[in-house]
Antibody, heavy 122, light 107 residues
């Protein structure tokens, strides 16, 4: 069974940093692109970032470009999202998700982790 | 960016009803469209991909159709567990974008 488990969320002050992790199991991690999607409280879904299976190709939403960095450690089956210069508008539940189409980046996502809450507030 | 617009934003229906949700893309996306279901406090779940392909394990009462700019998700006979929020998502080009969601409520 494919499982994804996010961790690393919490309360951080504006301008601060946080690193999210997503531990994957149940599939050959290195052969699948992965993505991060966030959801602000009571709002819809917003794609944040994606990465190819090798980690060589990365993609970002304009809203986080230059502040967030996606990476992965295929030896640890773990996906990361380093978030710097955090703003109040980054407050959201952050989900990691597996791309359905192997190493193709930017298709559809299944499954999703349970999410981790990031709150940016002073 | 490609804008995805869902309608209606919310709909009330009864168990056994047939419900259709529409999603319109601001430009053509061929069949690069997915539908997700999200229940309160839970992660989204993929229902339909490539506009009309049913994800494994999803009941056949869910059907997707459309191509180009106009798409629909139909639930043929609503079950109690289907009351949730539904999102469409385009995968034609980056950035991937989602519709604003349609909340399906019990009448």
């Amino acid at each position: 069974e494919v499982q994804l488990f996010e961790s690393g969320g919490g309360l951080v002050q504006p301008g601060g940093s946080l690193r999210l992790s997503c531990a994957a199991s149940g599939f050959t991690f290195s052969t699948y692109a992965m993505t991060w999607v966030r959801q602000a409280p009571g709002k819809g879904l917003e794609w944040v970032s994606a990465i190819s299976g090798s980690g060589h190709k990365t993609y970002y939403a304009d809203s986080v470009k230059g502040r967030f960095t996606i990476s992965r450690d295929n030896s640890k089956n773990t996906l990361y999202l380093q978030m710097n210069s955090l703003r109040a508008e980054d407050t959201a539940i952050y989900y990691c998700a597996k791309e359905q189409n192997g190493d193709y980046v930017g298709s559809w996502f299944d499954p999703w982790g349970q999410g981790t809450l990031v709150t940016v507030s002073s | 960016d490609i804008q995805m617009t869902q309608s209606p934003s919310s709909v009330s229906a009864s168990v056994g009803d047939r419900v259709t949700i529409t999603c319109r893309a601001s430009q053509g996306i061929t069949n690069w469209l997915a539908w997700y279901q999200q229940k309160p406090g839970k992660a989204p779940k993929l229902l339909i991909y490539a506009a009309s392909s049913l994800q494994s394990g999803v009941p056949s009462r869910f059907t997707g159709s459309g191509s180009g700019t106009d798409f629909t998700l139909t639930v043929s006979s609503l079950q109690p567990e289907d009351f949730a929020t539904y999102y469409c998502q385009q995968a034609n080009s980056f950035p991937v974008t989602f519709g604003q969601g349609t909340k399906l409520e019990i009448k």
